[in-house]
């Protein structure tokens, strides 16, 4: 009789382009949108959580990866009923097409305008890459229902105040803004599309929005490269370029380079570039309006400004867009040093409800890329690398557990965050070891001795590593790192520890 085959044990491993969160990250994490949440409530923005998975219908063809539409999600078909097939359902790639869709769904329930914030985890589809991962948090804000530039302002003040109130000081940052109508009227004027052909116009725009986007990365060389016949990379790789002529290239060019020293200057200049173009001086209007409602709430150019290099990837942008970046260097993984970038970006997308409703619905917002924001907060010595571990309890006796839940309770009825060791007690340095690992301030020492004479020893451990690593064997004598106290005033000396830690 054959030998039954052994089931293959599963890998212990994250699937490629995910990863697990552990203690210190998670409550960082939670700490920062806390802090982001108070100020969108304090804008008057209401909380939404919506589904995490939506229909690939409603999802759209808003994907990331534009070159693959519906190909960038994590998609399944449900089962169909009889000859009717099941609906393709889709993990959700972002926080504005679901929001399009509740918006659509609940609208006459909805005060108008609708201003809400979320929070939560999205998926692409996409290959990973380092720091690149499929599975990645968001922070966004929207208001829809009003094409009053003040709602673009405000969210633009709304993103100034959450990066300061984060830990970002002035100075750190900026918040760039500008108008895909006025890049629409530079590349009308130069010849470029032709608005009265829809499809000419998507594709058009869409091939010099992808050229002007890379601008950070590939440099102004690398972009007038895109936007004539293209351009080989480092690796000898061919990208098409959009085929524009040196005269078009030029005026898109100049698009670019318009930025002034002023946010006057740049309007006017910005001006100049488009006239002939109703859409491109309405686009100019635009910023114009926001320029000054922002001055007027004292958002001046050291916190946001007018840079027309500010594109944003994404196709459904019609209007106002704006990108925050974080000014500091830092050191990349060759030790080079680098700005950190950009952290948040959005815009006005007033086509998106649209599709469900049949009528424009204006709408505008900001998704902040939370993972990023926290890595600039940890660059920037805003958030502690480890936060306090548990007070522990350790265990001398097994038989008298109840003793030791006791001494917990009133820990943590007192706010303490504290364990009893749970594990096996018999070695007594691997109770101080686990102490260790779980970056414990305070260890708890309670044995049959200690019992009889009514007092426990407490060793303080963040004055024992800080002695071990720094003092001379004399300061170690005069500054003992356990003490012996009474049962009584267990809680007192924890609590004078952890206030003076």
Not at 44 to 63: H, I, Q, W
Not at 295 to 323: F, M, N, W
Not at 412 to 432: C, D, H, S, T
Not at 474 to 491: C, G
Request: charged share 30%; proline share 5%.
């Amino acid at each position: 009789m054959a030998k039954p085959k052994k089931t293959p044990r599963p890998k212990a491993e994250t699937p490629k382009g995910f990863r697990d969160y552990f203690g210190t990250e998670v409550t960082q994490r939670t700490e920062m949108l806390q802090a982001i949440a108070g100020v969108y409530h304090r804008y008057g923005f209401d909380a939404l959580e919506s589904s995490a998975v939506e229909t690939v219908e409603a999802l759209g063809k808003f994907l990331p990866d534009v070159d693959r539409p519906n190909a960038g999600v994590f998609a399944w078909q449900e089962d169909g009923e009889g000859e009717k097939p099941g609906d393709w359902l889709a993990l959700r790639y972002d926080m504005t097409a679901p929001l399009a869709r509740v918006y659509a769904q609940h609208r006459n329930d909805l005060p108008n305008p609708y201003r809400r914030y979320t929070m939560g985890p999205v998926w692409r589809n996409e290959k990973p890459g380092p720091g690149r991962f499929r599975q990645f948090y968001q922070c966004d804000a929207d208001t829809i229902g009003t094409a009053s530039m003040a709602a673009d302002a405000e969210i633009c003040a709304m993103l100034s105040d959450t990066l300061e109130e984060v830990g970002i000081a002035r100075g750190d940052y900026i918040v760039r803004i500008n108008n895909r109508k006025v890049l629409n009227g530079v590349m009308e004027v130069a010849g470029v599309l032709d608005p009265s052909d829809p499809d000419k116009f998507a594709y058009e725009r869409g091939i010099v929005l992808r050229a002007i986007d890379k601008l950070d990365r590939l440099g102004m060389e690398g972009v007038r490269a895109l936007l004539g016949e293209g351009r080989k990379d480092d690796s000898g790789d061919f990208t098409d370029g959009a085929g524009l002529t040196d005269a078009q290239a030029d005026t898109v060019m100049g698009f670019m380079q318009a930025k002034r020293d002023t946010g006057a200057a740049t309007v006017a200049r910005l001006y100049e570039l488009v006239e002939g173009s109703e859409i491109g001086k309405a686009g100019v209007g635009e910023l114009e309006t926001m320029a000054s409602l922002l001055d007027a709430g004292g958002y001046h150019a050291d916190r946001i400004e007018i840079d027309p290099s500010v594109v944003r990837g994404l196709g459904y942008y019609t209007g106002p867009v704006y990108e925050a970046e974080l000014t500091f260097e830092i050191l990349d993984e060759k030790g080079r040093k680098r700005n950190f970038g950009s952290v948040a970006g959005g815009g006005r997308y007033d086509d998106l409800v649209k599709r469900f409703t049949g009528q424009e619905v204006p709408a505008t917002g900001i998704s902040i890329g939370v993972d990023r924001l926290l890595a600039a907060l940890q660059a920037k010595g805003r958030m502690q690398s480890t936060n306090p571990g548990p007070v522990v309890v350790t265990v001398m006796d097994r038989d008298r557990m109840a003793d030791y839940q006791a001494m917990v309770a009133e820990l943590r009825q007192a706010g303490i965050r504290a364990e009893v060791y749970l594990g096996n007690p018999k070695n007594f340095g691997n109770q101080l070891k686990y102490a260790d690992k779980r970056a414990s301030p305070v260890a708890i020492i309670e044995g049959g001795d200690e019992k009889e004479r009514g007092v426990v020893q407490i060793k303080d451990l963040i004055l024992g590593s800080k002695i071990a690593e720094t003092a001379t064997h004399e300061e170690w004598k005069d500054r003992p790192s356990q003490f012996e106290v009474p049962r009584a005033q267990m809680l007192a000396k924890v609590q004078e520890i952890l206030n003076n830690a």
